[in-house]
């Protein structure tokens, strides 16, 4: 611009700017004449002018001092703290930012993390956080972050640790969608550092993805062990409130609600106070003291947000929240994604258990389950690479086939092959150890699936399964109450495992709750509670609301599955409700076209539970279709060989394996796996499969435990292994319906399979 | 850094308007201590019901940093001239090595929120700003010069206006307009990013 053009726009500025508003536009028309230009750059002056506010009102030292104050980002930058030159901020979180910095001493770089003034007021505070973080350190386990120092300078106290060259795992989610075994990888490293640190008594206290980094080679690393403590004495009558936060910091327990509880409000940030609450434990939120169940229900809570892309305990306010947490049930994950496997399902819930009694009890129990749901995930998916897929028209034939899977996992996959994969990897998922899928294509079927659909179609009153752990029960109950389901049948499936502890506290609570199941299972419009007559039995107010508002009220024939039904074995009224199920068995009899005639009771149960119950006359059903699951023959195992693309060769290879294994269908299986997988050879699990890090080594450590719950049995296997009988009819119908040991009759008793047998010898002589 | 005198520091700011570039080497590590120092009180002061005295602590701070008066400078005006200059290129460079920090490390890349965001309140802000004061400088060198002396280097209109030899009105008519041109400046940067 010309300075000249420049000098009349200032001097038109500088007269109408002191001018008032109305005579501004008279003045500028009448000066600028016909030179709009001008009277447009004036006026869009004037107009700024107007806009500008506080512009540079204050001097620019004082706005880089608040600036510097507000974010508080930078105020380490270039300074040294002792032997520390600060070199850059990585992150800033309510417990602090941490800094990356570098040992001057040592020339390694390290991460800084400065704690919160309002945190390290209390010396004894700061005392007991350090030697907890100082413990959590000390176990030295890969998936723990090393604390290097914990120092002090001029008044500022801070956290020196390794540098973690990658991201948090909220980063890592917010950037893009994990896959599923991505999750679980997550997860089990995360276990496994929660593991060590359990059991040298120390808690985490916050675990949630903020706390988790996830370095760039694929190592998951737990922060801030211990350092909740800093922050603690959560009172629960304060929790319900977010925005009227006490004023005290030390009087709430997270870090970001201690900074929040500042008086001055401007920083209060209910968004940030809620990412804690979403993962603190119920127990934690009652008043308990934090256990190691705290940490599991905390990292179940990561788990579930991770596969459904959102927190399991949500609401519109931290209360809400908080609420949720103490009183809700999370929807399913199956809601969030169609390809969610069921065992995944179960895990979650039981680490999401309100009362952590029925929690996970361990960390290891929540690991171990994950691990198995990981590999078999993986191993599908490299079946997946090695076999041709199947033609659409096979798909649709079978029971269950899934539409397409529409989930946001899949959906914001950004690899079409991962895609694929992913999905097949999930639609053919079977847990070893849990239950074989619908649509599975290495469910093997034996000649029990042909006798239990019968008994099934021809509507018999009690259909009972029984077998050793892991032989295959829930599976063929599965199939055999989606069998019936296709024929028109009204089906109910309860899982005692999955009743709560107070649905035990007595017989009434269990009739009542078994009651309610079904009525809700049933849709119907009744409450049995409602109907429940305090004069009567609770067996007779059930058998009441079963024949009038259940059997007599519909055609359709009731198919009702009852699974792990031996959880009933260890409890005082088992006999209470079994003797009520037979009851009904028996008024069909008397009234063979009476509405009785409808109900068909698929009762599922493991007879491991037989090694306690030492007067087997107790068994506790002997009327109904009896069925009895056993192991795999020769040709069955070879044929699941088959279907997982014959990772046994020939027939030599095949005959090994199965001396090894025997037909014991989850050893079977998970061999296979491990074998497809490239994992283990053949000859490796000969040699090595009785160590306990082996594959099986969860499934036989097992053995040794309800074998050490009775001497007497103890003995008798040993006398077996050194080759001198001496059992009698009690302990062989004991050890084989716990499915330790095989055989015909007494004198023939042995270990199921080769590898009980040296595991056992290993381990009893 | 304690033991640095007044005197010292005005020797330096002295060198440095002579030309001296490493005299500003010496002079930046006090400056950004006196901004973490203020930084600091701002962040921990203890209760909220104390009234924050950042302004006052700034001038406080800028006076002990460079006293006039311990020097033989050619007239007052000169002396606020180079502490402006000092403080401008300052504040703008740390301005510039944080942003560019907070980005990563990754090319400077100016960005404004939205134009009623400003007073200059981030270190992006104190970037574009220097950058449209240079605009401004090559279209009217004095309004540039007015901007710097108040906003960088914190003087009154009167003072300005005595350094410049000139009357505080003047000072104030100039300082309106060059304000209205900055801003409107800012403001059509940030729609052009935005």
């Known amino acids: ?765 | 850094m304690d033991a640095v005198s007044p005197k010292e520091i005005t020797g330096w700011l002295k060198a440095w308007s002579n030309g001296d570039a490493a005299a500003l080497e010496r002079l930046v590590p006090l400056i950004y201590d006196e901004l973490y120092r203020l930084a600091r009180g701002y962040m921990h002061r203890e209760s909220p019901g104390h009234p924050l005295q950042v302004t006052a602590l700034v001038n406080e701070a800028y006076l002990r940093l460079a006293n006039w008066k311990e020097a033989q400078w050619e007239n007052r005006a000169h002396f606020f001239g180079v502490a402006a200059q000092l403080m401008r290129r300052v504040l703008v460079d740390f301005a510039r090595r944080r942003d560019y920090e907070k980005r990563g490390g990754g090319h400077r890349h100016v960005q404004l929120e939205e134009a009623a965001l400003l007073p200059i309140r981030r270190d992006a802000d104190f970037v574009a700003l220097d950058d449209a004061l240079k605009s401004l400088s090559a279209l009217d060198a004095r309004k540039a010069r007015i901007v710097e002396l108040k906003f960088f280097g914190g003087l009154s209109v009167e003072e300005i206006a005595e350094a410049l030899q000139t009357s505080p009105r003047t000072v104030m008519r100039e300082w309106n307009l060059a304000r209205a041109w900055l801003f409107r400046e800012l403001s059509r940067s940030g729609e052009k990013i935005l």
């Not at chain 1, 603190?280 to 459904?308: C, H, K, Q, T």
């Not at chain 1, 752990?469 to 899982?495: E, I, P």
């Not at chain 1, 007779?540 to 699974?563: Q, Y």
């Not at chain 1, 998970?670 to 594959?695: I, K, V």
Request: glycine content about 6%.
């Open chain 1, 1 to 765: 611009m010309k300075s000249e053009r420049w000098q009349q726009i200032n001097d038109l500025y500088c007269a109408a700017v002191e001018r008032d508003e109305a005579a501004r536009a008279k003045f500028l028309a009448e000066a600028c004449d016909d030179d709009f230009e001008l009277r447009r750059e004036v006026e869009s002056l004037l107009e700024s002018n107007r806009d500008a506010g506080e512009f540079l009102s204050s001097s620019a030292l004082d706005v880089a001092a608040q600036t510097l104050a507000t974010d508080q980002d930078h105020f380490l930058i270039g300074q040294k703290l002792g032997a520390y030159q600060v070199l850059s901020l990585l992150g800033a979180g309510g417990m602090g930012h941490i800094y990356l910095a570098e040992d001057t001493r040592l020339n390694r770089k390290v991460a800084i993390k400065l704690l919160p003034r309002e945190f390290t007021q209390d010396q004894d505070r700061v005392r007991r956080f350090k030697q907890e973080a100082r413990a959590a350190s000390a176990l030295n386990h890969p998936n723990i972050l090393t604390i290097f120092e914990i120092g002090e300078h001029e008044g500022l106290q801070f956290i020196v640790t390794e540098f973690i060259d990658g991201q948090t795992l909220r980063q890592r989610f917010n950037g893009s969608a994990l896959k599923l075994t991505e999750v679980l990888d997550i997860i089990i490293q995360t276990s496994g550092a929660l593991a060590a640190a359990h059991e040298a008594g120390i808690v985490h206290r916050d675990i949630k993805p903020e706390n988790l980094m996830l370095r760039r080679d694929g190592y998951v690393k737990v922060l801030d062990f211990g350092i909740a403590k800093l922050t603690e004495q959560f009172v629960a009558g304060q929790t319900t409130r977010s925005d009227s936060l006490p004023s005290s910091s030390a009087s709430f327990r997270t870090g970001r609600v201690g900074r929040a509880g500042r008086a001055d409000s401007v920083r209060t940030d209910p968004g940030r106070v809620m990412g804690t609450a979403r993962y603190i434990s119920p127990d934690s939120l009652l008043g308990l003291e934090p256990d190691g169940r705290s940490d599991i229900f905390s990292l179940g809570v990561v788990l579930y947000e991770l596969v459904a892309g959102r927190a399991p305990f949500e609401g519109a306010t931290t209360g809400a929240v908080l609420a949720a947490i103490l009183n809700q049930e999370p929807l399913p994950l199956l809601r969030y994604s169609r390809a969610v496997p069921s065992e995944l399902e179960r895990i979650v819930e039981k680490a999401l258990q309100k009362d952590r009694d029925e929690r996970y009890q361990v960390i290891k129990d929540f690991m171990i389950d994950l691990k198995n749901l990981k590999l078999e995930l993986e191993v599908e998916a490299k079946l997946r690479r090695n076999t041709p897929p199947p033609v659409p028209q096979q798909r649709k034939s079978k029971e269950h086939s899934l539409p397409a899977l529409h989930d946001q996992i899949i959906e914001t996959q950004t690899s079409t092959e991962d895609m694929a994969e992913s999905v097949e990897a999930r639609r053919k998922l079977e847990p070893v150890g849990g239950a074989v899928p619908l649509d599975s294509e290495f469910y093997i079927e034996r000649s029990t699936d042909r006798e239990f659909h019968e008994a099934i179609e021809r509507q018999d009153s009690l259909v009972l399964v029984k077998g050793a752990r892991q032989v295959g029960k829930t599976s063929l109950l599965a199939r055999g109450l989606n069998r019936a389901r296709r024929r028109g049948a009204r089906v109910v499936l309860m899982d005692f495992q999955s009743l709560s502890r107070e649905s035990f506290a007595s017989s009434e609570k269990l009739i009542l709750t078994l009651a309610e199941t079904l009525a809700d299972q049933l849709d119907l419009d009744v409450s049995p509670s409602q109907m429940w007559n305090s004069f009567m039995s609770p067996g007779i107010n059930f058998e009441r609301f079963l024949r009038r508002e259940v059997l007599s009220k519909t055609d359709a024939p009731i198919v009702w599955g009852l699974d792990e039904v031996d959880r009933l074995f260890n409890c005082d009224f088992g006999s209470d409700l079994f003797g009520l199920f037979r009851s009904w068995h028996n008024k069909r009899a008397l009234d063979p076209e009476g509405p009785w005639k409808r109900l068909t009771q698929v009762i599922a149960y493991a007879t491991e539970a037989h090694l306690f119950i030492t007067d087997l006359n107790q068994s506790p059903f002997n009327v109904g279709t009896r069925l009895a699951l056993d192991d795999f023959n020769y040709d069955q195992v070879a044929e699941l060989n088959q279907r997982y693309g014959a990772p046994l060769k020939d027939r030599a290879e095949l005959a090994r394996y199965f001396r090894l294994v025997g037909g014991h269908p989850y050893l079977v299986r998970r061999g296979l796996h491990e074998m497809t997988a490239r994992r283990w050879t053949l000859s490796r699990l000969e040699a090595e499969a009785d160590h306990d890090e082996g594959p099986f080594g969860d499934h036989l450590r097992r053995l040794l435990l309800s074998l050490s719950q009775d001497p007497s049995l103890r003995e008798v296997v040993q006398n077996v292994l050194q080759g001198k009988p001496s059992a009698n009819t009690d302990s062989f119908y004991r050890l084989r319906s716990a499915g330790l040991m095989a055989g015909e009759s007494v004198r023939d008793l042995r270990p199921r399979c080769q590898l009980y047998a040296n595991y056992l010898e290993k381990h009893l002589l």
